[in-house]
């Protein structure tokens, strides 16, 4: 007599059939639901009592005219509502933040996790789906100079516009909670370097008599601040200060004055590119006649730039084929100035 079959006979000791069971597929889309900033009710800084603008990221390489900017790794700061906050370069704007995540984040930038004291640089991206970022997308620098942590648990930033760049890559760093960082490549900005420097110095209204003189008494210096091959950097005087040095002047005047006055102007002009990320403690810049520009900073690291003890309240005024920074005082060479009449300007 056959013995019965027992009853596991026929088991393999699958839990389930292969054929039947599910696969697991690894996810290689861009990740989704990421942390993003809705909407923020922006707020327009009021001027700087120092007028002088506040350092950003691209003042580091902004005397790279013709090389390729490198690539620099952000933060990004995502933003989901209608639209990302847009400033323009160099402008200050204030916002409040809610979201949880990105309030932690700032705390830690506030506490010294940045590359800037009580800030640091941040990529503003716009992403309605709030998405991973991928290659190619358009966002825009930004520094952020202040954070206020608000006992509603916000916290206030204030940032200051950069350039635009292109995300090359993005990631989700460990301990970051889900905020992304991302390689970026930064567009200079062309547009703000498309005149020459006398092209600048002539219109702006702050400038026009040094302009003019550059003009009537040399205009030999006046053409090569319009070479477009050639890098210069002008320490250009204002209005007031020309009018100071010299008093008012006639075109006459001007040209019987022509020798003294253009040894003055040469003084103003230097031989490259020199802008505010160049200039240091003690640093002697020579002018095309020779004569010796002194750096020096009242108040550490930056404050109150001074050229021979004059004081420069604007700097890095960006030109097409240099720099342009405004003196509050004509440089004074050794010899008397000469005292001449200048016309109204209409």
């Known amino acids: ?15 389930w059939h292969s054929s039947s069971s599910p696969t697991l597929e690894p996810h290689c889309r861009p990740a989704e639901n990421l942390p993003g900033i809705k909407s923020v009710k922006i707020y327009r800084a009021a001027e700087r009592a120092d007028q002088l603008p506040p350092c950003i990221w691209s003042d580091g390489y902004s005397h790279m005219v013709d090389e390729s900017w490198p690539t620099h790794a952000v933060p990004l700061f995502v933003f989901y509502g209608e639209d990302r906050p847009r400033p323009r370069c160099r402008e200050e704007i204030r916002f409040t933040i809610k979201d949880e995540k990105y309030v932690n984040y700032c705390v830690r930038l506030r506490c010294g996790g940045g590359d800037r004291y009580m800030g640091g640089s941040i990529g503003m991206v716009h992403c309605p789906d709030r998405r991973e970022a991928l ?30 760049f292109i995300v090359q890559k993005a990631w989700m760093p460990r301990g970051m909670r889900d905020l992304q960082y991302a390689v970026v490549e930064v567009q200079p900005a062309k547009a703000l370097r498309e005149q020459s420097i006398m092209e600048a110095t002539r219109r702006d209204p702050s400038l026009w008599c040094f302009a003019r003189l550059l003009e009537l008494a040399a205009p030999g210096l006046a053409e090569e601040l319009e070479d ?32 003294n006055l253009e040894q003055i102007l040469a003084s103003h002009i230097v031989r490259g590119r020199y802008a505010c990320e160049s200039l240091y403690m003690g640093r002697a810049l020579s002018g095309i006649n020779d004569a010796t520009l002194l750096v020096t900073f009242a108040t550490w690291p930056r404050g109150e730039p001074r050229i021979n003890g004059v004081l420069v309240p604007h700097l890095d005024i960006s030109c097409s084929n240099g720099v342009l920074h405004v003196l509050e005082e004509v440089l004074q060479p050794s010899a008397p100035l000469p005292k001449v009449r200048m016309p109204p300007h209409h």
Do not use: C
């Open 1 to 15: 007599e056959q013995m019965p079959v027992p009853p596991t006979a026929g088991k393999t000791g699958r839990l």
């Open 135 to 164: 290659y190619g997308q358009e966002g825009q620098l930004a520094t952020i100079l202040d954070i206020t942590v608000n006992p509603d648990s916000t916290v206030q930033l204030h940032i200051v516009g950069d350039q635009q």
């Open 228 to 259: 477009p091959a050639k890098t210069w950097t002008l320490f250009a005087p204002t209005n007031e200060a020309v009018e100071a040095a010299f008093g008012p002047m006639s075109d006459e005047e001007i040209e019987a004055a022509k020798p």
